[in-house]
């Protein structure tokens, strides 16, 4: 007998009780389970106005409860903890049944459970879903994975909870096969590391080198936000920064250990750049920023360094400079995305996905924790020319660059001089720089390879690889 429930969610923490809540507030039966069912009872005393929800108690009465073909979101922990949920729950469905993941799972662990439940006719939906607590009950940006099959199924349910664009249009579409959904959530995470650790540049710049007080600082994101930085990410900054410590009176950052956590999902990123060879510095530093600052001990033990002698500017070059970090974030944070989605590409020719990097953007515009004005534009270029080569191909991004470019540099060469850490924005100049030189010194790398263990060279002017004998008389072989 097939239950009544359009949608089920068990592992009610708060990301699957917010989630469970969207659904039943949009309409939606919701069945709810979680392991320990007083959890599942609290949330339809508290919340059972909002909608129609079906407290299950085990596993069996959860799967009654569900409209066939069923749709079972997973929201527990990533790892172990959801192949635990699958063991226990895959042998009670049916073909054409379909599980949804919506943890940060890795990829690699979607394509696989996605497979072992294929074998069974049981769709497995790895999706990314960003935006938190708040994101999940209010509306966040969704990113499935699985097949196109139960997309159809499952699309029309997310579209109503999801986030909506300003133009109306729901911040979810069907990334692709398998991982590709939680593939694209991974990066998504690691640009927003990246942005985080370029705004944390902007501000530890403005504090050192203009001498601007967390709460001009605060100011100063506020009114960037108005403009082309327009972001959720500078808002929050605006607020963390304007914030009082109530028991000290002090700045709230001031009083907060500065020692950056990560989950992983970051560190996921740059492991998979490596693997498939996209280049991803901004992310890469972003992640190691996070790690040094952890290293509590060997900062410690460096404090002594010697460093430069620096004063803080005067008013008039103080508001000149913070102009120039506008530019130089910007211009950086255009960088970032440019890797990351060099890495979604990469991702997509790598595993046969197809994924449309315009839809991304476009999904990334509301809901998600990198949402952005900016994200607007990345559409507009993708909707252009779907095969741009890279996002600083675009006019649009290639003009503000040109325009930004003197600023950046002039910020980068002040950091340096003042000795401010800014492994974002100065990783973004290089990459920059390297894209667009004609000539790079990988060729006296290749030298040295040749040199030191034979690994052989291509040359620039005849097809085929070459080896110089460099203990002889120099001269050169073809090694192919
Ligand atoms: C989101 C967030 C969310 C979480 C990350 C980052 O998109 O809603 O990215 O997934 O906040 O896990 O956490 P860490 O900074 O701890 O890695």
């Not at 943890?103 to 662990?109: L, R």
């Not at 327009?230 to 028991?247: P, Q, R």
């Not at 952005?372 to 991004?397: E, H, M, Q, V």
């Not at 790398?445 to 263990?453: L, V, W």
Request: aromatic letters at 8%; proline letters at 5%.
């Amino acid at each position: 007998m097939s239950g009544t429930a359009q949608i089920g969610v068990t592992g009610l923490a708060v990301m699957g009780r917010n989630l469970a809540r969207n659904f039943a507030r949009h309409g939606f039966t919701v069945a709810v389970h979680n392991r320990t069912a007083s959890r599942t009872h609290a949330l339809v005393e508290e919340f059972g106005k909002e909608g129609t929800f079906v407290p299950a108690d085990s596993p069996e009465e959860f799967v009654a409860s569900l409209e066939r073909p069923r749709r079972l979101v997973v929201m527990v922990k990533a790892g172990e903890p959801t192949d635990a949920v699958i063991r226990e729950f895959a042998p009670l469905l049916e073909p054409g049944d379909v599980i949804i993941d919506g943890g940060n799972a890795h990829f690699e662990d979607t394509r696989r459970r996605e497979k072992e439940l294929r074998e069974h006719g049981i769709h497995f939906v790895g999706t990314g879903i960003s935006g938190g607590e708040e994101g999940a009950l209010h509306g966040p940006s969704i990113m499935p994975g699985g097949s196109v099959e139960s997309y159809g199924s499952l699309g029309p349910l997310l579209e109503k909870i999801a986030a909506k664009a300003k133009d109306g249009s729901p911040c979810v579409a069907h990334i692709g096969p398998d991982g590709a959904g939680h593939f694209v959530k991974m990066v998504h995470n690691g640009i927003e590391y990246a942005d985080m650790q370029l705004i944390a540049e902007a501000y530890h710049l403005l504090r050192a080198v203009a001498g601007y007080s967390p709460g001009k600082i605060a100011e100063t994101f506020r009114s960037w936000n108005t403009g082309r930085l327009d972001s959720y990410l500078i808002e929050i900054t605006a607020e963390v920064l304007a914030h009082t410590d109530a028991d000290t009176g002090k700045p709230f950052v001031d009083i907060v250990a500065d020692e950056a956590e990560q989950k992983g999902t970051g560190r996921w990123t740059v492991q998979i750049a490596l693997d498939l060879g996209v280049p991803v510095s901004g992310i890469a530093e972003a992640v190691f920023a996070r790690s040094l600052s952890g290293h509590k001990d060997l900062r410690k033990a460096s404090g002594a360094l010697p460093g430069p002698r620096s004063e803080p500017l005067g008013e008039a070059d103080a508001a000149a400079f913070a102009g120039q970090v506008e530019q130089a974030l910007y211009a950086s944070k255009i960088v970032s995305y440019t890797q990351g989605f060099h890495q979604i590409r990469a991702g997509s020719e790598a595993y046969g996905w197809n994924i449309d990097l315009g839809a991304v953007a476009s999904i990334w515009r509301e809901g998600c924790i990198i949402r952005a004005a900016f994200l607007d534009r990345i559409r507009a270029a993708y909707d252009d020319r779907p095969d741009l080569p890279s996002l600083l191909a675009d006019k649009g991004f290639t003009e503000e660059i040109g325009t930004a470019q003197d600023d950046w540099r002039a910020v980068v060469t002040a950091a340096a001089r003042g000795g401010v850490p800014t492994p974002g924005f100065s990783a973004a100049v290089a990459y920059y720089d390297a894209l667009r030189a004609e000539r790079l010194p990988a060729a006296l790398t290749q030298g040295q390879r040749d040199f030191f263990g034979a690994h052989t060279y291509r040359r620039t002017d005849r097809e085929g690889s070459f080896h110089t004998l460099w203990g002889g008389n120099r001269s050169e072989v073809r090694a192919d």
